[in-house]
């Protein structure tokens, strides 16, 4: 017996499919978006801004247009033409008293300090009639060599062409200043990218510093925690759960609280080394504060539930009877622990490096009050752009490359362990 | 990039917007400072009187001086601060960048009546303060005078705390070296200078210990950690209140002032002027100096003050003797380059 559907009717069934499919897509897509927009509004379009503020060169296009088209004939080694000094004077009659004129002198400082007051120097002199003509009571003169004489009155930095050079070096919308800088490099006269000279800046030692500190930090709290995870996977349920509130408790506690604490108890004077003292382990107090151990000591005790919890999560789901099936089997215990067991919690060490990597990577808090002034993150100096010079082009240019940094890490990491990143 | 902009923009103003929803017509007057002890000065002294006077709300936010937030407000067009204290790098910075308002002073008050340094194109100043040397009393049998005696470890040994960054810390170092206060910034504007300072600097680099925080000097002082340390002259006196012994060292200060600015386009105008008019008049700034151990800046409230209160203060006659007034200009022109040159010199 056979059922034959008219033709019709297929085409019916293929149109109410493809209706009842294009609707779960749709329901599906519901679903998924309200994170996808709250991805793109928290994720996507910051570090998007991000990268574009770290290249993001506006100033001087926007408010010398006229001297950078004069400038297009200068050979950069001599100063320049009378016509760039009246192109600039005009640039400067506009820009003068509006706010530009801040954020114009504050990007041209950057090339070389003191520009900033030179600039406004110029202005306010500018703004005033110039003073020869009012002496002898001729009409102003005009002319463009009477503007360039009138610069070389104001100020005789106007003759040298590496500050001219600094607005030519700045004729596009977007430039590489921040980043390079943020290397420790810059360009010379020539647009050749060079060091900048020794001593000037150690943003490198700075980056290295931040993911040495990060790895060592990492390092301690694998040692810590993997024995402590397995200890409380190994408890009874009450008893481990008395143990993971004493370890949740100061992880809930304000951060600054626990500096604070530690500040207690690491100086001079203070606890641990008044112990050590009376039990006679030193003669006199070892500096445990603003030095890096104070700062690896903290970021170990703060960042330690980050490593314990995803190890202990993955160490609860292992059935201990693999272990005893090795040894049942011959193997010595601490062979059948390290061959059978730890390999199965290899996904929890993954997830807690991982983290607790990440995590120290951005710290800033910590070693800003526990560490020296060698001891210092990146993530002080992206604050420092940030909120104390308002230099956002280097705060994001530094976020930039720390990022960079990270991924790569992290690709390193991916390639070596031949696993996506999941927590336990 | 264009498109950014505009949406970034429009992302914060609705945050802002939905942060003080309606705040923006017919809101209270919104005094913003750095809170803490010299808040509760400035409640005492400026809030109180003046609410009681105008019959009208005052409320008051702290914040900790970074003026993100002020550019973010101004460019947004919704401004919800009214008046705000700032330090002087951001007053000369944010007034060529047009975050504030250019004070109208037929409004706020007589440029004579005040001193010199607190009359600017933006602000007015608030109160003088101070960074000095300060000691333990109690641990060092001879007191030292000047920055030649904090460099000198072998008549007064011990560690010596100082703010871990290049602004005061420089200056100090060319002090130390016999540069007397005025020829100060003369000497650092030049790189023989910078080099001369960072040198000096490098000579007391093994026993120094580098704070962060404005708490943590009298703190250290207290511990024992270090002998002598730099430090704001109001701490030390608010930790001698508690009953430490604490001494200051007023030769060679470096001084400096707060200002009040009203961001540019703030719909409370004519009210926040009314506050810094009330807030830099004799009275209410010879309370405030009562309060906590800040100069006043208008000339008349120096004479309302008793001797006991002018032995603390930073512009007191005698104080401010052999005193340093800290350069705007230089720490605009140069801060970020010493501040890098700084690190780099902290990691060697």
């Avoid at chain 1, 293929?14 to 996808?36: D, H, I, N």
């Avoid at chain 1, 202990?312 to 040894?327: E, F, K, L």
């Avoid at chain 2, 009298?218 to 002998?227: F, I, K, R």
């Avoid at chain 2, 430490?244 to 009203?262: A, E, G, H, R, T």
Wanted: glycine share 8%; net charge positive; proline share 5%.
């Amino acid at each position: 017996m056979t059922v034959t559907i008219p033709e019709h009717n297929t085409h019916a069934i293929k149109l109410a499919m493809r209706r009842a499919e294009r609707k779960r897509k749709w329901r599906a897509f519901l679903l998924v978006a309200p994170l996808a927009v709250f991805l793109l509004i928290i994720f996507v379009i910051p570090i998007g801004a991000l990268l574009e503020r770290a290249v993001d060169n506006p100033e001087v296009i926007d408010n010398l247009p006229h001297t950078l088209v004069a400038l297009k004939s200068w050979d950069g080694k001599t100063t320049p033409d009378p016509a760039a000094f009246a192109a600039l004077d005009s640039d400067l009659k506009k820009v003068s008293g509006t706010s530009s004129a801040g954020t114009l002198a504050r990007r041209l400082n950057y090339e070389i300090p003191g520009y900033r007051s030179l600039l406004f120097k110029t202005m306010r002199h500018l703004a005033r009639p110039a003073p020869n003509d009012q002496a002898d009571g001729n009409p102003p003169a005009s002319g463009e060599a009477a503007i360039k004489d009138r610069f070389m009155q104001i100020d005789k930095r106007w003759a040298e062409p590496r500050f001219w050079h600094a607005i030519v070096k700045n004729d596009s919308a977007y430039s590489s200043y921040y980043l390079l800088a943020s290397m420790d490099l810059k360009r010379n006269m020539n647009g050749d990218i060079v060091h900048v000279p020794a001593g000037a800046s150690a943003f490198r030692d700075i980056y290295g510093r931040t993911f040495v500190i990060s790895i060592v930090v990492t390092l301690l709290t694998l040692i810590l925690a993997y024995p402590l995870a397995y200890w409380i996977s190994r408890l009874p349920k009450r008893r481990a759960n008395l143990v993971m509130i004493c370890i949740l408790i100061p992880f809930w506690t304000s951060i600054l609280v626990r500096i604070a604490a530690w500040i207690v108890l690491l100086q001079r004077q203070g606890l641990i080394n008044k112990a050590l003292m009376d039990l006679g382990v030193t003669g006199s107090p070892l500096a445990l504060l603003f030095n890096r151990t104070g700062v690896y000591i903290a970021m170990t005790h703060i960042l330690l539930p980050f490593m314990l919890l995803p190890i202990y999560s993955v160490m609860q789901s292992v059935p201990n009877t693999y272990q005893r099936a090795a040894i049942s089997l011959g193997s010595h215990p601490f062979s059948a622990f390290w061959r059978v067991y730890v390999p199965q919690t290899f996904p929890g060490i993954g997830a807690g490096t991982l983290l607790v990597f990440i995590i120290a990577v951005g710290y800033y808090i910590t070693p800003a009050l526990l560490g020296g002034a060698s001891d210092q993150m990146i993530s002080y100096y992206v604050a420092y752009f940030t909120n104390q010079t308002i230099n956002w082009g280097m705060a994001s240019a530094l976020g930039f490359i720390l990022l960079l940094g990270t991924l790569l890490l992290y690709s390193l990491y991916r390639r070596l362990s031949g696993r996506e990143l999941g927590l336990g | 990039m264009k498109t950014c902009k505009v949406f970034c923009a429009l992302a914060l103003g609705s945050a802002i917007m939905a942060l003080g929803t309606g705040a923006s017509y017919a809101r209270d007057l919104t005094v913003v400072n750095f809170g803490g002890a010299n808040g509760d000065a400035q409640n005492v002294a400026f809030i109180k009187p003046l609410e009681k006077k105008m019959g009208k709300n005052i409320l008051v936010v702290a914040y900790n001086g970074e003026q993100a937030k002020v550019k973010a407000m101004v460019e947004t067009h919704n401004v919800v601060w009214d008046a705000v204290e700032v330090e002087t790098g951001e007053l000369g910075r944010g007034c060529d960048e047009g975050l504030y308002e250019k004070l109208d002073w037929a409004h706020i008050g007589k440029k004579t009546d005040f001193i010199p340094e607190a009359v600017r194109q933006c602000g007015i100043g608030a109160f003088v303060w101070s960074t000095v040397l300060a000691y333990n009393g109690k641990s060092l049998k001879t007191a030292p005078h000047s920055w030649a005696d904090f460099w000198n470890v072998k008549k007064f040994p011990g560690k010596r705390g100082m703010r871990k960054g290049a602004r005061y810390n420089l200056e100090f170092a060319l002090m130390a070296d016999g540069v007397a206060p005025k020829d100060v910034y003369k000497v650092l504007s030049t790189p023989a200078g910078v080099d001369r300072a960072f040198k000096k600097l490098t000579e007391l680099k093994p026993d120094i210990q580098w704070w962060e925080a404005g708490a943590q000097p009298p703190q250290m002082l207290a511990a024992g950690d270090v002998t002598m340390s730099t430090a704001y002259n109001g701490r030390i006196s608010a930790a001698n209140k508690d009953g430490q012994s604490l001494k200051i060292v007023w030769n060679q200060n470096i001084y400096d002032l707060d200002y009040w600015v009203i961001p540019a386009g703030s719909p409370n105008k004519a009210l926040a002027e009314k506050f810094i008019k009330f807030a830099t008049s004799p009275g209410p700034q010879a309370v405030y100096s009562q309060q906590i151990p800040y100069g006043p800046v208008n000339k008349h409230a120096i004479g309302k003050l008793d001797k006991k209160t002018l032995a603390d203060l930073p512009n007191s006659p005698e104080n401010g003797k052999n005193a340093l007034l800290s350069s705007y200009e230089f720490w605009a022109d140069h801060g970020e380059e010493l501040e890098q040159r700084f690190t780099a010199w902290s990691t060697q």
